[in-house]
Nanobody
């Protein structure tokens, strides 16, 4: 299984970025997908999640209204559109795949597979 995250970079506060995560080696439509982030010196935290069908989405309060998660099962890709970026959004962003609907959606332990991360830096 491989999850390849991309799209990170340096952006000014108020700007936008779109992250992508391409999956291979798994039946993508069997998995809920999530995005997490980890800032230097901090624990990995939940950002957003989307159900296998794409019909249900979930967001951390800190990104609600600014970030949008989506997926394309035909392309085996999940996206994170990030708008109105703030300095506090600076982190390494990770995508993850979750097979069990009973596992915790907002906790890293609830996910089975992880991508390598893509770095987002927001300058103020």
């Amino acid at each position: 299984v491989q999850l390849q995250a991309s799209g990170g970079g340096l952006v000014q506060a108020g700007g936008s970025l779109r992250l992508s995560c391409a999956a291979s080696g798994l039946t993508f439509s069997d998995y809920d997908m999530g995005w997490f982030r980890q800032a230097p010196g901090k624990e990995r935290e939940f950002v957003a999640a989307i159900s296998w069908s794409g019909y249900s989405t979930y967001y951390a309060d800190s990104v609600k209204g600014r970030f949008t998660i989506s997926r394309d099962n035909a392309k085996k890709t999940v996206y994170l559109q990030m708008n109105s970026l703030k300095a506090e959004d600076t982190a390494v962003y990770y995508c993850a795949a979750r097979s069990s609907p009973r596992s915790l959606r907002v906790a890293p332990l609830g996910y089975d597979y992880w991508g390598q991360g893509t770095e987002v830096t927001v300058s103020s």
